[in-house]
């Protein structure tokens, strides 16, 4: 059996070492993004039919099916959702990090896709620039039209369009709170408030 931990064998000196590994690797696995795609994002073209998770969408009902995807995953799921659905993905756009195992960085191409990369964990102008382009690409989607939205970790920084505020002072705000050990759900607390998205 390939391991998901390279060095396993070597770090495995005893029972208890080798089981705390496992547990390591399976954690690894169940959060392996295109491992969960392929579990639980099945498309049946015949039927045209999307199961998520183990509930149907008739697709036949959607004119154009787009994907938008923003996070540390959404390079890896956005391609995912690509090969699944093949043709019946009209196009899609993701924001993700300069990430060395995504599809983008090994120069794979899927030409009905756009890919941005950004900044994690504060955003920059890359961040906004990116977000006011998904912005305008999904606003072409029409009420016929199924929108995929894909979120991972990282999303909210990647996906950064402030109000009013410039993108350093947006920054600045968020790295404050950081700092002052605020958890994830009062900075996504305060995110709302500063963002147009």
């Not at 920059?124 to 382009?133: C, I, R, Y």
Request: aromatic residues 8%; proline residues 2%; positive net charge.
């Amino acid at each position: 059996m390939e391991h998901i931990i390279k060095n396993f064998e070597q770090l495995a000196a005893s029972a208890l070492r080798k089981q705390a590994l496992s547990i390591a690797e399976a954690g690894l696995e169940a959060i392996n993004t295109v491992q969960a795609f392929r579990k639980g994002f099945v498309y049946d073209n015949k039927k045209d039919q999307l199961v998520i998770l183990g509930k149907k969408y008739n697709l036949s009902k959607s004119r154009n099916v787009y994907c938008i995807a923003f996070g540390k995953a959404a390079f890896l799921g956005i391609s995912s959702v690509a090969r699944i659905l093949g043709q019946r993905l009209a196009s899609g756009f993701a924001i993700d990090v300069e990430a060395k195992d995504s599809p983008f960085a090994k120069g794979e191409s899927f030409a009905n896709i756009t890919f941005r990369t950004g900044t994690h964990p504060h955003p920059s102008s890359d961040n906004v620039k990116a977000a006011k382009e998904l912005v305008e690409f999904i606003s072409t989607a029409k009420e016929n039209d199924l929108v995929l939205c894909l979120v991972s970790g990282g999303g909210s920084a990647l996906l950064s369009h402030p109000h009013t505020l410039d993108v350093a002072s947006q920054a600045l705000i968020l790295k404050e709170l950081m700092n002052s050990g605020a958890d994830i759900f009062e900075m996504n607390a305060v995110r709302k408030h500063l963002s147009a998205v």
